[in-house]
């Protein structure tokens, strides 16, 4: 019988998993800002040029270029149809640092260069919001590396989640205008999850909007609800809200192997090991040398060493995201056998040589 997978729109970022543990610091505060160069425009008007200087509620203070600090004016965030922040955003090596699986140093490169604009992300059609949700979500798996670490990655995991949740908040104001601006403010919730505030994440959860299916932020909405559910011990629970993050198509390029990972950590946790296999063989083939296709093989293997599905299953059973009648034991040992990592052959004087040490 052939598989029934939900569709995937676009490729997953590029991998993470355990990098070298160099110590990244985290960005510094401007040591006197002066406030962002911003050009402004409107239909029909000319650009202006000015630089905003502070925020208070609706009102953003700026002022000329050649005018001196002290001198300000103000205008709503309403009065501009777009807003470009002269900043130099070093975007291509931030990049090159997450594809290397450096996500901290490639968070830090871009939250330092963006620090300024923050305040004024819900400035419509700006350059910043992207690059801002970039940054959240390299911060987002640098927290989840350190986490692998156990209790030695505890502290430092705690900080990159601080930092993801100050930014996706930030990002957050830009949900006037920009698709991705309702899911970053739930991305912020996610975040408080993770560090354990789940009485204010469930507070921010309760006061978002509920999405419909083919909104933006569907997935996410659904992996946060899954998420907080999880951390309240209620895994059958969030079983459900991931199935819901994962049956309908979304466009957020995260979302969908997170949701798989979560069910399939569900499954485990509610004694349905075999569901659990499925899951974890679908997202190790689907997504080779990333964070989600690392872990989910590491996951794979540990059931399979460990005969957790060697008792036959229920025929009645219907897979929740897969529907098959291949023995999917066979497929699975086969996989894990096919992708085992090779070993660098010896480059060594004596192993080219083929004599014992």
């Known amino acids: ?36 160069l911003v050009r402004l425009g409107k239909e029909g008007e000319a650009i202006r040029e000015v630089i905003l200087v502070k925020r208070e509620g609706p009102d953003i203070y700026f002022r000329m270029t050649n005018s001196p600090p002290g001198v300000l004016s103000s205008f709503k965030v309403e009065a501009f149809d777009d807003a470009e922040f002269k900043v130099a955003v070093p975007e ?23 620090m300024p604009t923050f305040a004024f992300l819900d400035l419509r059609e700006n350059n910043a919001t992207e690059p801002v949700m970039a940054a959240g979500r390299y911060y987002l798996r640098a927290a989840q590396q350190a986490a692998k670490r156990g209790e030695a990655g505890r502290p430092e995991a705690e900080k990159w989640y601080g930092y993801a949740f100050a930014l996706f908040a930030a990002a957050g104001r830009s949900a006037n205008w920009h698709p991705y601006g309702e899911s970053s403010v739930i991305r912020a919730q996610m975040c408080l999850v993770e560090i354990g505030k789940l009485d204010e994440a469930a507070k921010g959860l309760a006061a978002a909007r509920e999405p419909s299916p083919g909104d933006a932020s569907y997935g996410i909405y659904w992996l946060a609800k899954a998420r907080l559910l999880y951390a309240q011990e209620k895994p059958r629970e969030a079983l459900d809200a991931a199935v819901q993050s994962v049956i309908h198509e979304n466009k957020d390029v995260e979302t969908f192997p997170d949701a ?16 659990a296999r499925d899951v974890y063989y679908e997202v190790a083939r689907l997504f080779t040398g990333t964070d989600w296709g690392d872990e989910a093989r590491l996951r794979l293997k540990f059931i399979m060493e460990n005969g957790m599905t060697a008792a036959g299953e229920d025929p009645n059973i219907a897979g929740i ?19 085992e990592p090779k070993a660098a052959p010896d480059a060594s004087p004596a192993g080219a040589q083929g004599e014992k040490p």
Not at 102 to 110: E, S, T
Not at 322 to 337: C, H, I, P, R, V
Request: charged share 20%.
């Open 1 to 36: 019988m052939t598989r029934h997978l939900p569709a995937i729109a676009v490729a997953a970022l590029a991998a993470a998993g355990l990098c070298a543990r160099a110590q990244t610091n985290a960005p510094a505060k401007p040591a006197a800002p002066d406030g962002v």
């Open 92 to 114: 291509e090596k931030a990049y090159a640092a997450a594809t290397q699986r450096r996500w901290a140093q490639a968070a830090v490169l871009l939250h330092g260069a963006l």
């Open 260 to 275: 798989l990972m979560l069910a399939a950590q569900c499954y485990e946790d509610v004694n349905e090991p075999h569901r």
């Open 321 to 339: 995201f897969f529907g098959t009648e291949e023995d999917m034991n066979a497929l699975s040992t086969k996989y894990l056998k096919e992708s």
